[in-house]
């Protein structure tokens, strides 16, 4: 019944005759990553792009794979953050893990990337935990091929002491990564097919004797391959595209209920297509509908542990645009569907969610706009009423204030965190030795959030913007563990308690200050607070895990066109991980229960040639060779470089 | 004999100073539309390590050689090269070793009184070994890692453009427990201009 209330009260919204200037405004808050930006940063693998994401904080514990809290919108527990290529959702997240490494498509594809850090409704989804939308190159005209090699290297390797008193152990070798791209492009047509191939030693001292031992061999290794197909055409007044993908990865998986990474072997498959049709010059239809599985098998271990775990999800999304000389609207309706494959015995094995939700931007004089938007989402018999709205008042030509507020209830079926496997029947850990509690009922999460945002161009070279938010949580579940140190197998080990109807509040602030010296010399500098203000004791417990002060400072210097030298200091406060505590001291020192706060020096320097179809390029990372670990029981990353080499042959051959 | 920190700091501080010396803007558009790829130098140096530290309890240096092209950039010079050196080991129990050093580097040449020219510049490249071992597997008997370092050179012309030259060179290899070796090396040097099809790719 609510629903539709709330759906009435929308529609009535939209045909509300308001005053509106003559533009349209664009709402959608978020930080713009470019392709420039990727290569002056020297960056090889797509989950690189996290460490240019300023408003959200990450951690690591291989260096492959990364956790991350998007401007305070969950913590590290909960990776509930989307993802999408192109407008299209991919599903990659396994058990609250979403590895970017896993999306079948290499760094080179990248056109640009929209990091959505504050809940909004973009390309059919409610983005309450914040998305990463990677949007990748249309192909140029004719017939194009793209290629790029990289490899990277850790120091710390023993060298030659491997022979004397002073030897050590071998540590992270990176690569090498190759990728290739060919593709084909009309005037109203393209395809495009890609490979790529990715390999990684997770070797640390910190990580390596778990690995090792698990896995029997003297040199973990995560490989992973992947292939995409790419087609869109321009018809029927509209645009329309097919993204199909393909990732094979045998990888370690850490499970933190089980202590240490177990071997896996992990397959993700995307079909989808997405588009529009113009129906007039006011009103458009958008689709979009997909077809993915993911798919966790067993890789050779010592304990034989197998997940036997395949999610497969049909989407379908419907939505209508329109836009007049007074507002510009959406309304869409979404469905979504996801049978799972196990060998444990499952209460339910489909399940369904359908949601429909409208936007109406308008603007209430020239220099007053506003927008407004609901979201309403069906599990099963639960509804979760998700909304926001945006007011943007542009102060005068240099100054803007822009404040958003946002409520979003949750299911506990929107999530893939293995908690909602298990309570269907999924007894991985059971099977295991291992247990879990549930302590109260998990119910539907609540979250409302406040952001202020000042923004002003202080003249043609510099910028300078000021932030402040505030996030109020409530019914989430945190999982509880006193991980205890097993110096035999060099893992952890805890009974897991999850502990449900938790509440808390964050609040935090933010500056970024953009400052061009000269035409060839420009820096960036932002500086991000966030803190549980308040809260119930685990919900600040797991808090004290993100680190509180983040600060970067990049330097970009294109001296001439074809060469330029980049730089990045990075600061990021220390964090302070309750459930190691003990394991800490049990493991004689080896790890801590705080990571340290970290400045890190990186830097890159790129060269093109032949006319820009050559691109190479050399990264050092952690230049000061600093201690940088993001996690207590993780790898330290210490002095590394990246060396890549880019071709770029487009338009080798066409038609016409 | 040894080269003791007070040499290394003399390197350190005669690069530094070159980086102080920062170009102005219309210094290096000047050099980049005259001057960069417009030559090409290659050289040969035979190079002999000089310092003593831990890692010469284990092996004996013995001679080297190094390879290298150097080009004007758009400010300074680029240099790629090699060296290659063998360390022969001091018990029978270590096994010797080759190295090679595949550099890339950059530097800045001033020109002295006499026709003599002083190059300063910084390498860094992957530092590979390859251990004499028939007890270890194929994947271990190389090992890489990331080595970097100084180089300083006076060379001196003696025919049109071939150029002789002494040169000391500091690499610190980033193993656990660092490798810092220093070299001098003599060679020779030949600059040819750049055929116009390669510059045109290079720039």
Known sequence: MKCIQLLTILLLIINLQVKAGDKWHDFSEKQIITIDMIRDAGLTRVADILLLANDWIVNTIDGFTWQASANGLSSFQRQTWLLMIDGQRMDINIFDITNLNMLPISINQIDYVEI????????????????????????????????????????????????????????????????????????????????????????????????????????????????????????????????????????????????????????????GVNGFF????????????????????????????????????????????RRGSFYQSKIGIRFDRSYAHTKYQLDKDAYSSAAIYGQLNYSLTDNLHQSFSAFLRLDNDKIAVKGQATNSWKINSKQKLISILSFSQRN????????????????????????????????????????????????????????????????????????????????????????????GQVGGGRIRFNYQFTPQLGQRFFYSFRTAISGDD??????????????????????????????????????????????????????????????????????????????????????????QKYHPNGASLELRFHIQAEILLDSIWSPE | MNIKKPFFLFICSSNIILFVLTPGKNELHAQSKTQAFDSFKIGLKFITNTNRNTFHNYWNPEKGFEC?????????????????????????????????????????????????????????????????????????????????????????????KLMVGISVSYIAVFTYKKVELTFISVGADYTFTTPKWIKDILE
Request: proline share 3%; aromatic share 16%.
């Open chain 1, 116 to 271: 959505i850090s504050i809940p909004q409704i973009i390309e059919g989804e409610f983005t309450d935990k914040g998305l990463i939308h990677i949007h990748t190159v249309r192909p140029e005209a004719g017939l194009s091929y793209h290629g790029r090699l990289t490899y990277g290297n850790e120091t710390g390797d023993p060298g030659p002491y491997r022979y004397t008193e002073f030897k050590s152990k071998n540590v992270d070798r990176i690569g090498a990564d190759r990728s290739n791209e060919v593709s084909f492009a009309g005037k109203k047509q393209y395809i495009g097919a890609s490979q790529t191939d990715q390999v990684y030693y997770p070797t640390d001292a910190a990580i390596y004797n778990r690995n090792q031992i698990i896995s029997g061999k003297d040199y973990p290794r995560i490989n992973m391959s992947s292939y995409s197909f790419k087609a869109g055409i321009n018809a029927l007044k509209g645009e329309h595209e097919l993204f199909a993908g393909y990732t094979f990865v045998e990888d370690f998986l850490f499970f933190k209920p089980y202590g240490r990474e177990i071997p896996v072997k992990s397959y993700f498959t995307h079909a």
């Open chain 1, 278 to 321: 113009m129906i007039n010059d006011k009103t458009d239809i958008h689709y979009r509908c997909k077809y993915s599985t993911n798919r966790l098998k067993k890789r050779a271990n010592i304990f034989d542990l197998d997940f036997d775990r395949e999610l497969e999800n049909v989407y379908a999304n419907l939505e209508v645009d």
């Open chain 1, 412 to 503: 506990f079926e929107e999530d893939n965190s293995y908690w909602r496997w298990a309570e269907n029947g999924y007894n991985f850990l059971e099977a295991n030795s291992g247990g879990y509690s549930i302590i109260g009922g998990i119910n539907k999460s609540q979250q409302f959030t406040t952001d202020i945002i000042w923004k002003a161009g202080i003249n043609k070279t510099s910028s300078i913007e000021i932030g402040a938010l505030y996030r109020f949580f409530n019914n989430l579940y945190f999982e509880k563990q006193t991980l205890q140190f097993d110096s035999f197998m060099e893992s952890f080990s805890s009974p897991v308690q999850i502990s449900a109807g938790e509440k």
């Open chain 1, 538 to 627: 685990i919900f600040q417990d797991v808090w004290e895990s993100l680190a509180r002060h983040k600060i970067g400072f990049t330097l970009n210097y294109h001296p001439v066109e074809n060469f330029s030298m980049w730089a990045m200091l990075s600061y990021l406060s220390s964090s302070n991980w309750i459930e190691y505590q003990e394991a800490a001291g049990q493991s004689g020192g080896k790890y801590s229960s705080t990571v340290n706060e970290a400045m890190i020096l990186d830097m890159a320097a790129q060269k093109w040639i032949w006319h820009k179809r050559i691109r190479g390029s050399l990264l050092f990372r952690n230049i000061f060779n600093q201690l």
């Open chain 2, 68 to 160: 290298f092209a150097e080009m004007p950039f758009y400010y300074g010079s680029v240099q790629a090269g090699v060296h290659v050196f063998l360390y022969n080991d001091k018990d029978n129990d270590i096994p010797e070793f080759l190295t090679r050093y595949f550099y890339l580097g950059w530097g800045k040449e001033l020109p002295l009184p006499l026709k003599i020219n002083w190059f300063n510049g910084f390498r860094v490249g992957s530092y590979q070994m390859i251990f004499d071992d028939d007890e270890i597997n194929e994947t271990q008997i190389m090992e890489s890692e990331l080595g970097a370092g100084l180089s300083s050179r006076l060379s001196y012309p003696v025919y049109k």
